[in-house]
């Protein structure tokens, strides 16, 4: 057990829908990272935030935004969604941000659209 | 950008074998390096890492050196489990991101 959470292990929806991943950090991290598994696509790094601060951004869509609260859980939101959207999204969190820190992923939660 | 190339699987061995999986790295600068593995239905969870040139990361038998002249960082084991059946990722880390390898899938068989 990492001490990363994600809610909900599962989701089924359907296109056009919108959705919320939830995470939460293992206690005493400040980042928070998403990530996206796909078949075609491998695991992408998606987004990350820092202490409430969006930090970094990578392969991430209009369609999608994150944000991370104060109590440091982070949300992630996809919205009109796609066939394509459907993946494991995975959140880690770390102490920092350094290079050399690790980062510790939660189960993730798996997203079907229908 | 950063990027890693691991070698293609699937692999299947027997147990008691000898495991090589390769991996090799482009990055600017000195990134760390890590070996996560993911094993049936489950997240990714560290399995060893390495922050410099020369360092090695080793862990359950596990060992993954970082060789700055040849840019790899192959992961080996010298006596696999049935219980080592996962895919496992090299991933390199610059200043923020991970950056993932295709990942290979091993299975070992009794």
């Known amino acids: 057990d990492s001490g990363v959470t994600q809610t909900p292990k599962h989701l089924i929806t359907a296109t056009g829908q919108r959705v919320t991943l939830r995470c939460s950090p293992r206690?005493?991290?400040?980042?928070v990272y998403w990530y996206q598994q796909s078949l075609d696509q491998g695991l992408q790094f998606l987004i990350q935030?820092?202490?409430?601060?969006?930090?970094a951004k990578g392969n991430i869509l209009e369609r999608f935004s994150a944000q991370q609260f104060p109590d440091l859980h982070s949300e992630l939101n996809l919205s009109s969604l796609e066939l394509g959207d459907s993946a494991l999204y995975f959140c880690?969190?770390?102490?920092?941000?350094?290079?050399?820190?690790?980062?510790?992923f939660g189960p993730g939660t798996r997203l079907l659209v229908l | 950008g950063n990027s890693v190339t691991q070698m293609e699987g699937p692999v299947t061995l027997s147990e008691e074998a000898f495991l090589t999986i390769n991996c090799t790295y482009t990055?600017?600068?000195?990134?760390?390096l890590f070996w996560y593995v993911q094993y049936p239905g489950e997240g990714l969870q560290l399995l060893l890492k390495?922050?410099?040139?020369?360092d090695k990361g080793s862990n359950k038998g596990f060992e993954a050196t970082y060789r700055k002249e040849t840019t790899s960082f192959h992961l080996e084991k010298g006596s696999v489990q049935v219980s080592d059946s996962a895919v496992y990722f090299c991933?390199?880390?610059?200043?923020?991101?991970?950056?993932f390898g295709q990942g290979t899938r091993l299975t070992i068989n009794p």
């Open positions: 206690s005493g991290d400040l980042s």
């Open positions: 935030y820092y202490n409430g601060e969006e930090r």
């Open positions: 991933v390199c880390k610059g200043a923020q991101k991970l950056v």
């Open positions: 880690a969190s770390s102490v920092g941000q350094g290079q050399k820190e690790t980062q510790y």
């Open positions: 390495a922050t410099k040139a020369d």
């Open positions: 990055a600017t600068g000195y990134p760390s």
